[in-house]
């Protein structure tokens, strides 16, 4: 079993920026997915950015070259840089952790971004 917790949200003024932190409640380094997710009002949840294992990352588009997803074994714990933030960005952020086999959810953390 994993507990996820999520970290670091927060209000911003549009253009600023967050880090995001899920700390895991034992080690994750085996894991080889942990991505983060957002869910808009009144919409459904969706990818932001994954990483896999080796360290391949994967960003939505409308996140890419703004956002950076991250990893520290060290601390069983993965982040998301989001920087240049936009009004569209807010919403209620989630991280996912697999491990062997088993999908685990934070509790999310809300962003909102004021324009």
């Known amino acids: 079993q994993v507990q996820l917790v999520e970290s670091g949200g927060g209000l911003v003024q549009a253009g600023g920026s967050l880090r995001l932190s899920c700390a895991a409640s034992?080690?994750?380094?085996?894991?080889?997915?942990m991505g983060w997710y957002r869910q808009a009002p009144g919409k459904q949840r969706e990818s932001v950015a994954y990483?896999?294992?080796?360290?391949?990352?994967n960003y939505a588009d409308s996140v890419k070259g703004r956002f950076t997803i991250s990893r520290d074994n060290a601390k069983n714990t993965v982040y998301l840089q989001m920087n240049s933030l936009k009004p569209e960005d807010t919403g209620v952020y989630y991280c996912?952790?697999?491990?062997?086999?088993?999908?685990?959810w934070g509790q999310g953390t809300q962003v909102t971004v004021s324009s």
């Open positions: 996912k952790v697999e491990l062997f086999g088993v999908s685990y």
């Open positions: 034992r080690s994750i380094y085996r894991s080889n997915f």
């Open positions: 990483i896999i294992s080796g360290g391949t990352t």
